[in-house]
């Protein structure tokens, strides 16, 4: 229900200025096509303000639908936000509009279309064009930001000097949207530097990982349940600070709160340049917790624990969440690597087995000789043989690169698991 | 939540905004639409009227309706009217001051 009526909510902002337009501005678009094009133009505009919602780190709302689940929404929403601006085009322009054109209209109408076709192909192919993450975030910002503002102009511009609503409208929609943005880049950051977590220890585990082990300073610490996840913030930049998500490693019961350990692979330049350089009485920025991937406040007999590389560390929270609960539920771990020095906590895993009901599959595509594991990559035939023939109360939990999770998602489904007992946390969206 | 109902949720939610795009076009072609036809004024003001009546039609009339921009041209109070609309051709469209100004006559005369 929830979730429901979040989306209700995203629904009416993209919905209403366009209800408030066709009653206000409807009776002059002289035939259809006309009328489609401004339609179209509305519902663009609001979609592109409304995308800055999606990404604003509403609590409430992660937890609806899961952090990752929002990211992947806000990606196809801005696919859908350029159709209806190329729709918006095709029915009203005669032809390509020129960013240089001598009238303001159209100039608005170039830079908006512009930015909006650069802000989804940079994000379609950042990796190809191979462009850093965290210049790409910045460009990112910048771009929706020109889109918004110049659909704003634009929109305005055709507004009639009595048409005080559709003003106002627009206005608070730019607004909105941008005070949004302010809020997640500067005011909240701010505030949170208030609440900073000095670094206790920055461990090595191998496998190109460290764990960052994180002390409250001054506060109470987080309050979190196993699996979800927080947005580390290393340097104080303000607008430009540079966030990461992390998933949290450790148990809730560590230290009541007050101590974190976030498990952080080198997979770009922050986590294999930054994160190693952190040195013991830093102070970084914590955001969270986030995300609806955990197993709390979800009725299982049994949890399927499903990791590739790095995926594993919310599976270590959960583990050690049910370790300090006494959680006695069977539990099994599937936690595939290349081989085993690239399998992070190994060790610690397999000593939780005399702690929980607990059976570790490691699932190495290849190993050394005579090591004890599974060969090769995952499969339903793989599963089949470590688990139970009903899982129809069993929960799943998998975490890893896309490829694998795509793979579990349908391995899931011919074992006949019920799709809402699978959930998957993605951040290779972009 | 799975990609696959994420990606489900967008493509009908997508398919849904087009089909209401379609509604909002069709429903603004019922509501009631306001005459079109603009009065002829004194000789003095024929040529500006006719070059404005010309100018509305190409460059105005397939979005906005002569009575939309009219109101208020006429009368006593009409002065702030006529300055608010001058400004807003100024910024709207791709006319030059002469052009502007021929429209206003035009939708002055469509006023009374």
Redesign the interface.
Known sequence: MR?VAW?SIF?AA??GP??L??AIR???????????G???GW?AFA?FAAEFGLVTRVRAAAAA??SD?LL??HR??AF?AL??VL?HLAALAPAVPSPFA????ERSGAIALWAAVILVGTSLWRRRLRCPYELWLVAHRALAVTVVVAMAWHVW??I???ETVLKVLVAACAALALGALLTQRLLRPLWLWKRPWELVENRDEGASTRTLVLRAIGHQGLRFAPGQFVWIGTRRQGLFAQEHPISIASSPKLDGGRTLELAIKALGDWSSKTVPALEPGARVRIDGPFG?FTPDERPAERLVLVAGGIGVTPMRSMLLAMRDRGDRRPVTLFYAAHRRSRAMFAGELEALQQALDLKVVFVFEAPEEGERCERGLLSTELLRRHLPADLRFTQFFVCGPAPM??AM?RIAAELGVP?DH?H?E?FDVV | MRAATVRLTAVVFALALMALAAVAAWLAQHLDKAPREATDGARAQASSVRDGRALYARNCERCHTTQEFAEGLHGPQSGARVLEMLEFLEQHGDGDELDDRAVLAFLVQASR
């Open positions: 979730s989306f629904a993209v919905l366009l209800a337009a066709t409807g009776a002059n678009w002289r035939d259809f096509g006309a009328g489609f401004a339609a179209c519902i979609l639908f899961g689940a992947l929404f196809a929403m859908v159709a209806f729709a001598a009238s303001a209209l511009m055709l009639a000097p009595g609806a999770m795509d998602e799709s699978v998957t993605r």
